[in-house]
């Protein structure tokens, strides 16, 4: 099959790790980490009734859509996401393809008490001491690039550190292939990373595969209230969202009015609780 962007991602990746060892050693980040704050469960704040599933992303670029919001502080983002009622934050920290940084979590979990995912590409254990030292409560392993066994074993290492994982998958042979009983949450990514379309359709029929001990997690092109709606009656309770917040000047803004439209709709479907 020809290759996707994941694999300029995880090539350029694995260099970016070499290299961050030889500036910050493990032994180094293993020290920091007896000083990071005692982690936030992703996974009941998802569930949470009082709130809505909403991991609302921080992301300034990404390789589908090119630069999406350069201006937006991450500091009153993630602060105004937190007050218009999402339940989690989702920060980039990849800098070359998602124009991120490690300081932009920092910030996020300065300012803020709710769970933060590490929105990386995690190759490995080194990248999961560095989002605990960072302040992240959650960590993400994508399918697509990893085996079933560096699935269950950076899975198990985050455990070790008290962060959760969300595994990514985008369709039925990598959630069959990776599945394993120490991830806490599955997300399915509705991006085709062939040409980057991006389907809903792709959650709601991999929903009934996804065992129910795990938290279910809808990801990518999600912009209208009327599709978490749809999306809770296949089973799930977070939605991952950036594009449709960070592309207004005022992303906090836009969440607000997103989760205010959710509500509403909410009122008139009143089996779900959002
Ligand atoms: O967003 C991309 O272009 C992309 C390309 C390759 C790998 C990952 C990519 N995105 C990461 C994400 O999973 C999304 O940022 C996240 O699900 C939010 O999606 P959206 O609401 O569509 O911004």
């Given at each position: 099959m020809a290759s996707t962007i994941l694999d300029n991602i995880i090539a350029h990746k694995r260099k970016e790790v070499t290299d961050r060892k030889s500036l910050v050693p493990t032994a180094l980040l293993e020290r920091s980490i007896y000083f990071s704050s005692q982690p936030v469960?992703?996974?009941?704040?998802?569930q949470r009734p009082d709130l809505n599933g909403i991991i609302a992303e921080y992301k300034r670029k990404s390789p589908s859509k090119g630069t999406i919001n350069a201006y937006a502080p991450v500091e009153r983002t993630s602060i105004g996401y937190m007050q218009a009622g999402a339940s989690a934050l989702s920060i980039l920290t990849d800098a070359n393809f998602f124009g991120g940084k490690n300081e932009d979590l920092t910030t996020a979990r300065k300012f803020n008490f709710c769970p933060i995912l590490r929105k990386d590409f995690v190759v490995e254990e080194y990248q999961i001491l560095e989002a605990k030292s960072i302040g992240a409560d959650a960590i993400l392993l994508i399918a697509a690039v990893l085996s079933k066994e560096e699935v269950s074993n950076l899975a198990q290492f985050a455990h070790s550190l008290g962060l959760e994982v969300l595994l990514e998958v985008h369709n039925r042979e990598e959630l069959e292939r990776t599945v394993t009983p120490h991830v806490d949450l599955i997300?399915?990514?509705?991006?085709?990373?062939?040409?980057?379309?991006?389907?809903?359709?792709?959650?709601?029929?991999?929903?009934?595969?996804?065992?129910?001990?795990?938290?279910?997690?809808?990801?990518?092109?999600?912009?209208?209230?009327?599709?978490?709606?749809?999306?809770?009656?296949?089973?799930?309770?977070?939605?991952?969202?950036?594009?449709?917040?960070?592309?207004?000047?005022?992303?906090?803004?836009?969440?607000?009015?997103?989760?205010?439209?959710?509500?509403?709709?909410?009122?008139?479907?009143?089996?779900f609780s959002i």
């Open positions: 469960s992703l996974r009941k704040y998802v997300g399915v990514n509705n991006r085709n990373l062939h040409d980057f379309s991006v389907s809903v359709q792709t959650s709601i029929d991999l929903a009934g595969f996804i065992p129910d001990e795990f938290v279910k997690v809808s990801e990518s092109g999600l912009s209208e209230p009327a599709t978490i709606l749809e999306l809770r009656q296949h089973g799930f309770e977070g939605f991952l969202m950036g594009e449709a917040f960070m592309r207004q000047s005022r992303p906090e803004k836009a969440c607000h009015e997103f989760v205010e439209e959710l509500k509403k709709l909410r009122a008139g479907a009143p089996t």
